[in-house]
């Protein structure tokens, strides 16, 4: 088959792009609003996209409450969504009032951060403190605005469940790293493969 996305004409229920490009890492981005209230939300449009600086970004359909605090107070935190968490991170998409936390709807510890302020979900094996560099509102190929707000942040600190390090690696496999694959479907990392790049 073959369909123009301007046209969307490809005949099927839901979007087939996202579950061809998939899987797709969850930023779990806690972030605290100027009140102080703690935000916590899944963005399955997330990745680590520097190395040396340190980069990652999120996309947001809308100006949605973790893009307004990030950009009023400078600090996020990616928090590793896993599958042992996935409810927490499913029941965390909710839209709920911006005077609650999503912490205590997913009954969800908080955790202290180093070196910025918004926490983390203790239960997450690893977790990434940024700060905010910048937000862009990504406009399309005629230059029209989409809404669609990019979030890049520098990670400044770096948190690891020491359970899941073995011989100076992290073991991706045993973290279980959640990720969507299109639609209400989900996978998690399980199973890797070694192999070295030529030389």
């Not at 770096?158 to 390090?165: A, K, L, Q, T």
């Amino acid at each position: 088959m073959f369909y123009e996305t301007a046209r969307k004409n490809h005949g099927l229920p839901h979007n087939p792009l996202k579950a061809i490009i998939a899987p797709r890492p969850i930023g779990w981005i806690s972030t605290l609003s100027a009140e102080g209230v703690a935000n916590l939300a899944p963005y399955s449009f997330f990745n680590m996209v520097s190395e040396s600086p340190d980069i990652v970004m999120f996309s947001s359909a809308g100006l949605k409450d973790t893009v307004r605090n990030v950009m009023a107070t400078g600090e996020f935190v990616c928090n590793l969504a896993t599958r042992e968490l996935m409810e927490a991170v499913n029941l965390t998409s909710k839209a709920i009032p911006p005077g609650e936390s999503e912490f205590d709807l997913a009954e969800l510890e908080r955790a202290p951060s180093r070196l910025v302020k918004p926490p983390r979900v203790a239960a997450s094996p690893c977790a990434l403190e940024c700060v905010w560099i910048d937000t862009i509102d990504v406009a399309d190929r005629h230059g029209k605005t989409t809404g669609r707000h990019v979030t890049f942040g520098e990670i400044v600190g770096v948190h690891i469940d020491e359970r899941f390090i073995e011989d100076g690696l992290v073991r991706t496999d045993r973290l279980h790293t959640l990720a969507r694959d299109g639609y209400f479907d989900y996978s998690w990392v399980d199973a890797v493969s070694a192999l070295p790049r030529p030389r």
